[in-house]
């Protein structure tokens, strides 16, 4: 398998911007993760998926924020309006519950 | 709430030095401890996963021990590399759900 897959590896935008991350898990993998990495805060879990189905949205800061999974091979966090302090590495990750999470090599956002 | 601490947050040791890394936690009321290592600019490669009726778990050089009584983990390496350097993260459950709080790591610097 070729891993968790993320899409893009780095993306700079402007502030008010839409900003939309992809995230393809680990294949046969039932539970989704999305995190996000700053150095003040270090690694925090954003949301949570089971079976495509969102379980714990506790971590999403406000409500520019929104997962979506549509499908069990796909998954997006969208920020809109995007603002500079959104600027954080994210990162996606898969299990198969009760075990190890494998993570995706991030995404670098920089909201300018 | 689970907490987790890392301690030191960094340290820097001769090649072929036997390290100990530590991890504490708050809420004793875990099923597993996992050990992430993560390189500069990338994602995290999960290293060992201790289950909560294990004491410990090896992996080549790599010894994590689990006691969950006093809300401790230890991560030990055996003769350091200098490929050994990166960033190590321990974490650990929230409640019984699959959400992991993370600590904020060790960043380890094994000099040639």
């Known amino acids: 398998d070729a891993g968790v897959i993320q899409s893009p590896r780095h993306e700079v935008t402007e502030m008010g911007q839409e900003v939309t991350l992809r995230c393809k898990p680990i294949?046969?993998?039932?539970?989704l993760f999305w995190y996000r990495q700053t150095m003040m805060r270090g690694l925090e879990l954003l949301i949570y998926?089971?079976?495509?189905?969102?379980?714990?949205d506790s971590g999403m800061p406000e409500d520019r924020f929104s997962a979506k999974m549509p499908n069990a091979s796909f998954s997006t966090l969208k920020i809109q309006p995007s603002e500079p302090r959104d600027s954080a590495v994210y990162f996606c990750?898969?299990?198969?519950?009760?075990?190890?999470?494998?993570f995706g090599p991030g995404t670098r956002l920089l909201v300018l | 709430k689970q907490e987790v601490t890392q301690i030191p947050a960094a340290l820097s040791v001769p090649e072929g030095e036997n390290l100990v890394l530590n991890c504490s936690f708050t809420?004793?009321?875990?099923?597993?401890l996992q050990w992430f290592r993560q390189d500069p600019g990338k994602g995290l490669t999960s290293l060992l996963l201790?289950?909560?009726?294990?004491r410990e778990q090896t992996s080549g050089r790599l010894n994590a021990s689990l006691d969950k009584s006093s809300g401790r983990s230890t991560l030990y390496i055996a003769a350091s590399q200098p490929g050994d350097s990166a960033t190590y993260l321990c974490?650990?459950?929230?409640?019984?759900?699959?959400?992991?709080?993370f600590g904020k790591g060790t960043k380890l610097t094994v000099n040639p």
């Open positions: 809420d004793s009321a875990i099923y597993n």
């Open positions: 201790i289950q909560s009726s294990q």
């Open positions: 974490a650990v459950p929230q409640g019984g759900s699959e959400k992991l709080v």
């Open positions: 294949s046969g993998h039932d539970y």
């Open positions: 990750a898969s299990s198969l519950g009760s075990g190890t999470q494998y």
């Open positions: 998926f089971n079976n495509n189905v969102p379980i714990d």
